[in-house]
């Protein structure tokens, strides 16, 4: 086990040595992931909309960042190691890239001042960046953060021209450039989390619709994979939600329909430690569940609270569970040996399959792919890795 980590830690140890867990738990990038909700800069209330961040009690949780390999770092000083995907997003290259023949061109598409600058007289408009020999490749269930900085010359037409990230002239996921006849010339900077449903090469296009008048300047696209297995959850209405009180930072399901994923390979031997407290006790409900398989489960059992590991087979028994209170759970998934325990209670071991779980499911099952046995918990921490701690 890594230095500083004991079975019987509390929730409060978790947080005394927390600043130095990444380096402790993952020090060559093992596959997993840790999560650790009172890093602020690393929940926000969704995982494909702007960069909104949590930071209110009851605030939802659309994407829990992994920060296995951040080492310590502040979400911000990650982002600037990473490898920039958009091709001449700057417009150090002039117009290379980007195409307005795939539509009505506006009147002005041209590079002043090192910006691309914008002029539509009110006919609709298509401008596609990043064309065949430039796309962006984009992978299913990873997130990416994209950023626009732009700046309105004094105009603004009654429809709000968009700027899209697609792999056609449809985007589904969408920037606004500038608000309804906004007069206002301040720059913005905006920044939306992108989490595509496809792996495949995309693109930003700018649109405007006809009827519009607009005059203005992009100064800069950007995107850049944001590295991790992120929890996820696409889905306003079944997004767990953030709490806090007397300096400790949770996330929390409701035991009715909410629930995150986080999608990745993971194979036996694994170990996950957890900070957590189950709310309510209702038999079959899982705090843990897998993503593509039925299996790296922990669920309530029995009507006196335990609960049981799962990988194929229904072993071992974790037998000191309670209710309402916080407590530190450790667990390896290796079949025969297979072993859990809370705080400074006794190791159960036991058979629980060879199943692989595909990932981590927080706050609900496998239930044959769909999501079901929510739990009513709350999660405070978590560290799950391939190999031992």
């Known amino acids: 086990m890594a230095p500083g980590l004991d079975i019987s830690m509390t929730v409060d140890d978790f947080y ?21 909700p009172s890093q602020l800069d690393t929940l926000y209330q969704s995982c494909n909309a702007f960069l909104t961040p949590v930071s209110a ?15 310590g770092m502040p979400f911000v000083n990650i982002m600037q190691q990473q490898a ?22 506006p009147d002005t598409l041209e590079i002043e001042d090192g910006d691309l600058h914008i002029v539509n007289d009110g006919s609709a408009i298509a401008i596609s960046g990043q064309d065949a020999a430039s796309a962006m490749s984009v992978v299913a269930g990873q997130t990416y953060l994209v950023r626009a900085r732009f700046q309105n010359n004094g105009t603004g ?8 990230i697609s792999s056609s002239y449809q985007g589904a996921y969408r920037l606004t450039i500038i608000s309804s006849g906004s007069s206002s010339t301040s720059e913005l900077d905006w920044e939306f989390l992108f ?4 792996t495949e090469d995309v693109h930003f296009t700018i649109t405007c ?22 929890l996820l959850q696409p889905t306003n209405a079944n997004r767990p939600t953030y ?4 300096g400790l930072h949770w996330i929390e399901g409701n035991g009715v329909d909410q629930w995150m994923d986080s999608t990745f390979t993971i194979a036996q031997p694994w170990e996950r430690m957890s900070s957590l407290r189950v709310l309510s006790w209702t038999s079959g409900d899982h705090v843990y569940g897998g993503v593509a398989a039925n299996a790296g489960v922990i669920y309530q059992t029995g009507t006196t609270p335990s609960m049981l590991m799962y990988d194929g087979n229904p072993a071992p028994a974790l037998l000191d569970e309670l209710v309402g209170v ?9 079949n025969t040996s297979s072993a859990v325990s809370v705080d400074d209670g006794s190791i159960q071991t036991g058979t629980s399959g060879t199943g692989v779980p595909g990932g981590m499911r927080l706050f609900a099952g496998y239930n044959g792919g769909v999501a079901g046995f929510w739990s009513n918990a709350r999660l405070y921490f978590v560290a799950m890795k391939e190999g031992a701690f």
């Not at 005394?16 to 650790?36: H, R, T, V």
């Not at 989490?195 to 496809?198: A, L």
């Not at 619709?209 to 992120?230: C, I, Q, T, W, Y």
Request: charged share 20%; hydrophobic share 40%; aromatic share 8%.
């Open 16 to 36: 005394y040595i927390k600043p130095s867990l990444a380096e402790q738990l993952f020090p060559s990038g093992e596959a997993g992931l840790l999560i650790d």
């Open 57 to 71: 009690n009851g605030d939802s949780v659309g994407i829990a960042m992994d920060i296995r390999t951040w080492f």
């Open 84 to 105: 920039e995907l958009v091709t001449n997003g700057d417009f150090e290259d002039g117009l290379t890239g980007y195409d307005s023949s795939v539509s009505n061109p």
């Open 157 to 164: 037409g009654a429809v709000t021209p968009l700027l899209a």
């Open 195 to 198: 989490t595509p449903t496809v």
């Open 209 to 230: 619709a006809s009827s519009v008048v607009v005059d203005f300047d992009v100064r800069e696209l950007s995107m850049k994979l944001v590295p991790g297995n992120h």
């Open 243 to 246: 709490g806090t009180q007397l």
């Open 326 to 334: 916080d407590q530190t759970m450790w667990e390896k998934h290796d």
